[in-house]
């Protein structure tokens, strides 16, 4: 078959943002780069989109060479073009955010990579434009997060509902009335009670709850106004 002529050729590559939670603290997951330009600066997980494979295949892949995971919650974000974002070659990125909970899978980190977790106040400069990708992925994970119960990727099997008010909180940067977010949050139908209770954090405890994952999938598309006049 004959190919396109007079075109010039352009390098695809996809992009992670990872996000994850460890109970207290919504964290970014980062690496150092191994090879120049910017060798050895902190960058977003990321990597070429090969001859045979899709762009999502190609997100699904880095993930799983940086973390161990595969099916995890996974969302195509933009796609950063400007010409010079890259100074090696043309070069389009695909951006991709996943949600993790990062108690489950720490110990499954790649060491090829040097990855670390950094609170998402205290992230550094980062290579190329990866920082605009980064506050744009936390611009839709509020946007998503006001209108689906996708925040719930991030706890573990077992939670109180403390630390998902400081997970909402530390998404939305605000301070939430614990008694009205725990009406809402209640209202919801998408907590099952516990008899035990976390008790590590206060002398009281507080009662474990599990997410009703049938209620959950019935719901993802039907959870608005969970967060009034989010900023985002």
Not at 10 to 30: E, Q, W
Not at 104 to 111: F, G, V
Request: aromatic share 12%; net charge positive.
């Amino acid at each position: 078959m004959t190919k396109y002529i007079k075109q010039s050729r352009i390098l695809v590559a996809v992009d992670c943002i990872i996000f994850g939670f460890d109970g207290y603290s919504l964290k970014l997951l980062l690496i150092k780069r191994g090879f120049e330009p910017e060798k050895d600066k902190w960058s977003l997980m990321g990597g070429f989109v090969q001859s045979d494979e899709r762009p999502e295949d190609a997100a699904s892949r880095v993930l799983k060479q940086l973390t161990g995971l595969k099916n995890v919650y996974m969302e195509q974000l933009l796609v950063f073009g400007e010409p010079n974002r890259d100074p090696i070659e043309r070069t389009i990125s695909i951006n991709y955010f996943a949600l993790i909970d990062i108690k489950k899978y720490e110990k499954q980190l790649s060491d090829d990579y040097r990855a670390e977790w950094f609170p998402l106040d205290r992230v550094p400069k980062l290579i190329f434009d990866h920082d605009k990708m980064v506050q744009n992925a936390k611009n839709k994970l509020r946007y998503k997060a006001a209108l689906h119960p996708i925040l719930f990727e991030l706890l573990p099997e077992k939670f109180t509902i403390p630390q998902i008010m400081t997970l909402y909180e530390q998404v939305y940067d605000v301070e939430l009335d614990k008694r009205n977010f725990t009406r809402k949050l209640r209202s919801t139908g998408l907590l099952i009670k516990q008899l035990d209770k976390d008790k590590e954090n206060s002398k009281k405890g507080a009662f474990y709850y599990k997410l009703d994952k049938a209620t959950y999938k019935e719901k993802f598309t039907k959870f608005l106004n969970f967060v009034s006049n989010p900023a985002y």
